[in-house]
């Protein structure tokens, strides 16, 4: 019976581990985009430009949360 307490406290302790992990890489991410956007506009003094590097800044963050939304549910679904 002990055996199986800390089986199950382990398994606890590694989905908290692994929800940390996977949060403080999308913080990463987000960063590295936001980054990136006030790069852009420092670098590229031109409207045209800077908001055209822009706006694929933003898709492509829009497509890592549509990933990430259905990469979360469909883990959420297959665990129950």
Same mark, same amino acid.
């Given at each position: 019976?002990?055996? =199986? ?5 382990? /398994?606890? =302790?590694?989905? &908290?581990?692994?929800? &940390? ?5 999308? =913080? ?8 990136? $956007?006030?790069? $852009? ?6 409207? =045209?430009?800077?908001? /055209? %590097? ?6 492509? %963050?829009?497509? %890592? ?6 990469? $979360?549910?469909?883990?959420?679904? $297959?665990?129950?």
């Amino acid at each position: 019976m002990h055996s =199986l307490i800390c089986i199950t406290r382990f /398994v606890h =302790l590694t989905e &908290q581990e692994y929800r &940390q992990a996977f949060y403080t890489f999308i =913080l990463g991410v987000l960063a590295i985009h936001f980054a990136a $956007v006030f790069f $852009v506009w420092l670098a590229f003094p031109e409207i =045209l430009k800077a908001g /055209v %590097l822009t706006v694929c800044l933003f898709v492509s %963050l829009v497509l %890592l949360y549509r990933y990430i939304y259905i990469y $979360v549910c469909v883990c959420e679904c $297959v665990r129950w």
